[in-house]
């Protein structure tokens, strides 16, 4: 199979090498394109060239890419599956089509791949175009990841293999699924799993609750020591509609990766709404998986850039892993059913996660959650009809701390809502004074 693949990469490289110097591509014999070496990848799902064209390649790019790839699907020298893609990857043009089945390698083991690296927060994810093991691991450089896929896409395999791994490294696992259980059913029985799988808002709250709890524990005894945490969420779509759920993993995101409290967030819609609209979530999570996802945002969201296209990927398994500086194409290795079956031998720690109490965020430092104080200046800036700008000068001229843009329209949105039921309740806010009226007590 690794021969035939080999030869259909040189037919195409020499047909597009040809067509390129001739002229064809261009539709000019004057203006020939100059390509100066092309080398050929044999990868598990797709065969590539990467193409040095020195300062040719912008007019070799646009001449494969037009009409939708028309001049590319040409070349291509044999049945490809999916859609070919081409575009820039540092100074070549990369041109990508996905074998057909009888040349694809779909399934590939991790027990084929060697042993778990060394190392808290490291997992064998798959192997890449040149048939090396790819290793990818929670850092400083990664402290979050994202794994991204649609239906058949490969991410419950992905997920399923990176925390069977990660238990066997002494990290700890805080586990989550959005979708009642459906993807880490039965994970709770690894090793170093802290409590119970939450399938549910309320049990997700109370698990995000205890890592938060745990973080601010490590850096209040400056705990350097403790085995890393690894909270992971599947379909975390599912979970953002409520605010306290967005707070804490906002808070972990954000001030984790120095108490070694790192996230692992899954979802089959890679879009900022799937982080609760919080940019902070996602700008954090900058290591991803991305498997195949539905169209052209969601792979940019997925990838963390316009190119390579997530959405062109093949499904079962074919990926890109995307690390700071680094994008890779792998497939995705996974763990049998009885290889997993030997490890589903342990307990919770916990037989229950401590009951959550929302205060508890807002007594943190820098919290998300609004103040009083700032709940009733959004009032008072509502009875005024005043806009964000003002509303931010209020806060600082009462000496209170300003904030972004979308938490100011967010706390303005609240205020007006406020203002409308207080006002439905025979209430009264006087704007020149500041002061309310009314004969009982403010219901704040």
């Avoid at 004057?30 to 065969?47: F, S």
């Avoid at 057909?100 to 778990?116: F, N, T, V």
């Avoid at 996602?282 to 498997?291: H, P």
Wanted: aromatic share 6%; net charge negative.
């Amino acid at each position: 199979m690794a021969d035939r693949r080999d030869e259909l990469l040189d037919t195409w490289a020499a047909a597009l090498d040809k067509a390129a110097r001739a002229g064809a591509l261009t539709g000019d014999v004057l203006k020939p394109i100059y390509v100066r070496a092309i080398d050929t990848i044999a990868g598990p799902r797709a065969g590539a060239l990467e193409i040095d064209a020195g300062l040719d390649a912008g007019r070799l790019l646009r001449a494969l890419t037009a009409d939708s790839g028309a001049v590319l699907r040409q070349f291509v020298s044999w049945p490809f599956t999916g859609e070919p893609a081409c575009y820039m990857t540092g100074r070549y043009v990369r041109c990508e089509a996905g074998w057909p089945d009888a040349l694809a390698e779909k399934s590939i083991r991790l027990s084929d791949l060697g042993l778990h690296p060394n190392g808290s927060g490291r997992w064998v994810a798959g192997k890449n175009e040149h048939g090396q093991t790819v290793t990818l691991g929670l850092s400083d450089h990664a402290a979050h990841f994202g794994v991204f896929g649609t239906t058949g896409s490969g991410k419950s395999v992905a997920i399923r293999s990176l925390v069977s791994q990660l238990a066997g490294s002494g990290d700890r696992l805080i586990l989550v699924d959005g979708k009642f259980g459906e993807g880490l059913r039965n994970l709770d029985h690894l090793s170093g799993v802290v409590g119970p799988l939450a399938v549910d808002v309320e049990s997700a709250r109370a698990a995000l609750g205890w890592a938060l709890a745990e973080m601010t524990r490590r850096y209040e005894a400056h705990d350097a020591a403790a085995p890393r945490a690894v909270v992971v969420v599947d379909e975390v779509q599912e979970l953002i509609s409520d605010p306290a759920i967005v707070e804490l993993l906002r808070r972990i995101a954000a001030q984790g990766r120095a108490a070694r409290v790192s996230l692992v967030l899954a979802t089959q819609h890679p879009t900022t709404a799937a982080f609760g609209g919080d940019p902070t979530i996602k700008r954090n999570v900058t290591g991803r998986i991305a498997l195949r996802v539905a169209d052209a945002k969601s792979s940019e969201v997925a990838i963390g850039q316009s190119t390579p296209r997530a959405d062109w990927l093949l499904g079962a398994g074919d990926a890109y892993a995307v690390v700071p500086g680094a994008v890779q194409r792998l497939q995705i290795a996974y763990v049998g059913r009885n290889e997993l079956d030997r490890l589903l031998v342990g307990s919770p720690m916990l037989t229950a996660w401590p009951e959550f109490h929302a205060e508890a965020i807002g007594q943190l430092p820098g919290s998300g959650w609004p103040s009083g104080a700032e709940v009733g200046a959004s009032i008072l800036s509502a009875s005024r009809g005043e806009g964000r700008v003002k509303f931010n000068r209020a806060l600082t001229g009462a000496g209170l701390p300003g904030m972004s843009p979308e938490r100011a329209v967010k706390l303005l949105g609240l205020g007006r809502g406020a203002l409308a039921w207080l006002t439905s309740q025979g209430a009264s806010v006087r704007s020149d004074d500041d002061t309310y009226t009314d004969d009982d007590e403010m219901p704040l």
